[in-house]
């Protein structure tokens, strides 16, 4: 069961309380500053539900900005992380063609570091991307 927690014309934030799941769903291509915006509405959800695993769609987002994917996971999502007293962990659900983009650029599709507190990958395939949350939800390492 979900809990709508937050829509706008640009993004949908639910939580799921049976597996303490934080979902937002961007719903456009969208600027900057509602990138930011958007992020900020998700941190505050999470501290609200005190919920360190997140699901981010990112499939309708077509037209990107170019630093926006290196600011949530190098600056952002960090400092989210920090607020937590526990391993956060965010699945990013993208394009086929996306994703091979950002391979390509040599970014890595998954964290660098898997003993780190903050834990991130990239998925083409929803049903991928909550079976890893559910791995380090249940303990995984």
Do not use: I, M
């Given at each position: 069961m979900y809990q709508e927690l937050a829509s706008?014309?640009?993004?949908?934030?639910?939580?799921?309380?049976?597996?303490c799941l934080l979902i937002g769903r961007w719903l456009a291509s969208i600027s900057e500053e509602q990138l930011r915006e958007g992020y900020e509405t998700m941190r505050l959800a999470a501290l609200e539900h005190n919920c360190t695993h997140w699901l981010m769609d990112a499939r309708r987002r077509v037209d990107r900005s170019r630093n926006g994917p290196?600011?949530?996971?190098?600056?952002?999502?960090?400092?989210?992380?920090?607020?937590?007293?526990?391993?956060?962990?965010?699945?990013?659900?993208?394009?086929?063609?996306?994703?091979?983009?950002?391979?390509?650029?040599?970014?890595?599709?998954?964290?660098?570091?898997?003993a780190a507190l903050f834990q991130y990958a990239r998925f083409i395939d929803e049903g991928a991307a909550n079976a890893w949350l559910d791995h380090y939800r249940l303990g995984g390492q």
């Open positions: 706008s014309s640009f993004l949908h934030v639910s939580y799921r309380p049976d597996s290196e600011w949530v996971v190098t600056t952002f999502l960090p400092k989210v992380q920090r607020e937590f007293d526990r391993r956060l962990c965010v699945a990013f659900l993208v394009l086929p063609n996306r994703l091979a983009e950002l391979e390509a650029e040599g970014e890595s599709e998954k964290s660098p570091d898997r």
